[in-house]
């Protein structure tokens, strides 16, 4: 995704499986299909979607629809210094024309703790509650576009980092956020930390044809920006599921 300055690096993926966040335990697999980096194409069986930011202050989302977008996730914040002036306007256009929204935060975790920033972002869009048609937050942890790759943590700091922003996000809406990452900054960042799968879902950023190795715990994904070019505004993703899987993930 997006920081103030910098757009986010392309990631890794991987094939699919049962999906235990799912309520019925329904397959959401989905194969990759032919989609070249900048074709937009969505995977086949995929569902479409699509992440905006401030980079996309006018979206026409009746023509996003139309296209074929379902969900949409909007930048709401990034550390606990920027609030998107686009946030609300983009947030009200995906849900005035039936899209499920979502909203996620830029990481900082070399500016404060990740309860801080946990805080700041439900304060300012970020909060789900179950029965709103909103997906659940994300976390977008990746590399750092304004200095050092891992913002200066170790991995066992890096780990900690995104546990205590985790565990405050859950603490305040129920439900812990989804992590959006890349699986080359993941594996070298949190020292190849396995133990965020089984509560988190996973956002995958990988532009390239085929779904690759995903980050270190995770067996499957559920969403995957393949691609930052096509038919939508912003990132193209596909989510792992159909309609039905889609409202469920949202809650």
Not at 65 to 73: H, K, L
Not at 179 to 205: D, K
Not at 225 to 243: C, I, K, M
Request: overall charge negative.
């Amino acid at each position: 995704m997006t920081a103030l300055t910098a757009a986010a690096s392309p990631a890794q993926a991987a094939a699919p499986r049962l999906d235990p966040h799912d309520p019925n335990g329904a397959w959401s697999g989905y194969s990759a299909g032919s989609n070249e980096r900048g074709s937009g194409q969505v995977p086949a069986g995929a569902l479409a979607g699509m992440d905006v930011s401030g980079h996309q202050p006018q979206v026409d989302w009746g023509r996003a629809y139309a296209d074929g977008a379902r969900f949409a996730y909007v930048k709401a914040t990034e550390g606990t210094g920027f609030r998107s002036s686009a946030f609300t306007g983009q947030a009200r256009g995906a849900a005035s024309v039936g899209m499920v929204r979502g909203a996620y935060h830029f990481a900082l975790p070399d500016r404060s703790p990740g309860a801080v920033q946990a805080h700041f972002f439900v304060d300012n869009g970020g909060a789900w509650a179950p029965g709103t048609g909103t997906l659940p937050g994300v976390l977008d942890i990746e590399h750092n576009p304004y200095g050092e790759i891992c913002y200066g943590l170790d991995p066992a700091g890096m780990s900690r980092w995104i546990a205590d922003f985790s565990g405050t996000y859950q603490a305040r809406t129920g439900r812990a956020p989804v992590i959006y990452t890349t699986t080359s900054w993941w594996n070298r960042c949190t020292g190849a930390n396995p133990n965020f799968a089984a509560a988190n879902p996973l956002w995958i950023a990988r532009y390239a044809p085929e779904i690759g190795p995903l980050p270190a715990g995770w067996a499957y994904h559920s969403i995957w920006q393949h691609s930052d070019t096509g038919p939508l505004p912003g990132g193209q993703d596909a989510f792992n599921g159909d309609v039905h899987q889609l409202h469920q993930f949202a809650g």
